[in-house]
């Protein structure tokens, strides 16, 4: 099922099918540079833990979720985004997006990012969507403040989702606009 297009991209939901495409992109050690310092997701656990827990979140939540991100002339896989309720603030929706390296420095991530908030503030009616990144992660810090999205704060991720790293590793930052700041910058 597409969830929307823009002049350059598909986003849609994921399918089984999709497994090996996930393991390619997380295989590119740049790619994960920021999230697992540069280590490969295993297939396992995108098969067990992973794509259970995104078409899942499909019946809970059909509008929100994690969606493969397709180039809309050749159908080529580029990566995913995701809109779905924040795990730190449920009263908030959540933006992420992980694109492979082609891709970087085209626009794809703000491209996609701004259709999502116009998705989430429009359709799903939030009234808030934030994005969080590594301090160390300037690239994708310049996708959020090209979307829109303002700087909230500074904060260390949690050793439960961070484990074995310093502070100074966790340090990171948070990203955010309001559906009254999204709508006065469209105006």
């Not at 074995?164 to 910058?185: F, L, N, P, Q």
């Amino acid at each position: 099922m597409i969830l929307l297009e823009t002049d350059r991209l598909r986003l849609r939901r994921f399918t089984g099918d999709d497994i090996d495409r996930l393991v390619e992109l997380d295989s590119d050690p740049e790619v994960m540079r920021y999230l697992t310092w540069g280590e490969p997701s295993p297939r396992e656990w995108y098969v067990d833990e992973v794509m259970p827990r995104w078409l899942a979140s499909y019946e809970e939540t059909p509008q929100l979720g994690h969606f493969a991100a397709e180039d809309r002339a050749t159908s080529e896989f580029l990566g995913w985004f995701h809109l779905h309720p924040d795990r730190f603030s449920p009263d908030e929706q959540e933006l992420g997006y992980r694109l492979r390296r082609a891709c970087w420095g085209s626009g794809l991530a703000t491209e996609g990012s701004k259709a999502l908030l116009m998705h989430g503030f429009g359709v799903v009616g939030a009234d808030k969507v934030c994005a969080r990144t590594l301090a160390t992660n300037l690239g994708s810090q310049r996708v959020m403040q090209k979307a829109g999205l303002r700087y909230e704060c500074a904060f260390v991720y949690p050793l439960e989702i961070i484990p074995d790293r310093t502070d100074a590793e966790r340090a990171s930052v948070k990203y955010s606009i309001t559906r009254a700041e999204w709508r006065a910058s469209r105006a």
